[in-house]
């Protein structure tokens, strides 16, 4: 009865390698993100999307490319990943409205060697 | 790699007494605030939200303080237990003029509650 679930738990890869982290809610939001949690525990919002529209696309670089099929996943895809990727990548979910916390799932940590 | 050790600022508690986490925002017009608790390990989990029309909100042996006159956002939790050793981070919704619902999360505080 996860509400929130994120796979792989943990990623480690080679530099210059493509992955996917895939993200599902079962709380029938029409919001869902990502977010980056680096190594100072800075959390910080790269990308949202409603009902699999993109509506948030924070300076992010074109090697990362999020993909919605249906309102209830958001996939991360990752091209040509560099170290300075390595980081725990958060996916996250809400209703759409303004004022409304959002619920995260259990991260993915990627490390990039 | 990760780098050793982490530059957070961290409030160290005895088990039983109270904790104060603080929290500046920098946006005079954000309306919308929540508190996160994140586990060594686990996704931020939320704890409480208050709007920018309330300067007080209380839940479960917590309340957070709301000053919009300096911008400052206050966590306290009462009868501090060891489980509630984790990093509190403030979020602050978007403004009344944004779109969408990005969350703006502070720096976070680390909690350590010594038996």
């Known amino acids: 009865d996860t509400a929130v679930s994120q796979t792989p738990k943990y990623l480690v890869t080679q530099m210059g390698n493509d992955k996917s982290i895939k993200c599902e809610q079962n709380?029938?939001?029409?919001?869902m993100y990502w977010y980056k949690q680096d190594s100072k525990k800075f959390l910080k919002i790269m990308f949202s999307y409603n009902n699999k529209e993109l509506i948030i696309n924070e300076t992010v670089p074109n090697r990362f490319s999020p993909k919605s099929p249906d309102k209830a996943h958001l996939n991360l895809h990752i091209n040509s990943l560099e170290l300075g990727d390595s980081a725990v990548y958060f996916c996250a979910s809400s209703y759409g409205g303004r004022g409304t916390e959002a619920f995260f799932g259990q991260g993915t940590r990627l490390t990039v060697v | 790699g990760e780098s050793v050790g982490l530059h957070l600022p961290t409030l160290s508690v005895q088990e039983g007494d109270n904790s104060i986490i603080n929290c500046a925002y920098s946006n005079s017009a954000s309306d919308y605030f929540i508190w996160y608790k994140q586990e060594s390990g686990k996704g931020p989990q939320f704890i409480i939200d208050?709007?920018?029309?309330?300067d007080k909100r209380q839940g479960q042996r917590v309340t957070v303080l709301l000053n919009k006159t300096v911008k400052h956002l206050s966590l306290q939790i009462a009868a501090t237990q060891p489980g509630d050793s984790a990093v509190y981070f403030c979020a602050e919704g978007p403004p009344l003029t944004g779109g969408g619902n990005k969350l703006t999360f502070g720096t976070g505080t680390q909690l350590k509650v010594e038996l």
């Open positions: 208050i709007r920018s029309n309330m």
């Open positions: 709380l029938g939001h029409d919001t």
